[in-house]
């Protein structure tokens, strides 16, 4: 029905960037947001970014000024711009789309498949 799938995780030294993207494919009538989630191991998932379709940004509060999430509404598209990484950035990173289909009334959260970020020397 609805597809997200994630490209651009690896491995990089601290102090490197990483640029996630994500695309939004399938039966979507429209896209209210996206954003990203992550979660290392042992922990909780948490939101780093999230973008709204009329623009509206918001940060996790250990990556602003590093992270810059961008939105392309024609192309259904988002991306993570990753600067100034640090290790505690290590986790896997989830695209996720309030996205409402073809069929639906409301929007419904649809995620990724995840891509791992690893930061290490």
């Known amino acids: 029905q609805v597809q997200l799938v994630e490209s651009g995780g690896g491995l990089v030294q601290p102090g490197g960037s990483l640029r996630l993207s994500c695309a939004a494919s399938?039966?979507?009538?429209?896209?209210?947001?996206m954003g990203w989630y992550r979660q290392a191991p042992g922990k909780q998932r948490e939101l780093v970014a999230s973008?709204?379709?009329?623009?509206?940004?918001n940060y996790l509060d250990s990556v602003k000024g590093r992270f810059t999430i961008s939105m392309d509404n024609a192309k259904n598209t988002t991306a993570l711009q990753m600067n100034n990484l640090k290790s505690e950035d290590t986790a896997v990173y989830y695209c996720?789309?309030?996205?409402?289909?073809?069929?639906?009334?409301?929007?419904?959260?649809?995620w990724g498949q995840g891509t791992q970020v690893t930061v290490s020397s």
């Open positions: 399938g039966s979507i009538f429209s896209i209210n947001s």
């Open positions: 973008c709204t379709s009329s623009g509206s940004t």
């Open positions: 996720s789309a309030a996205i409402r289909t073809r069929w639906t009334r409301s929007a419904s959260a649809f």
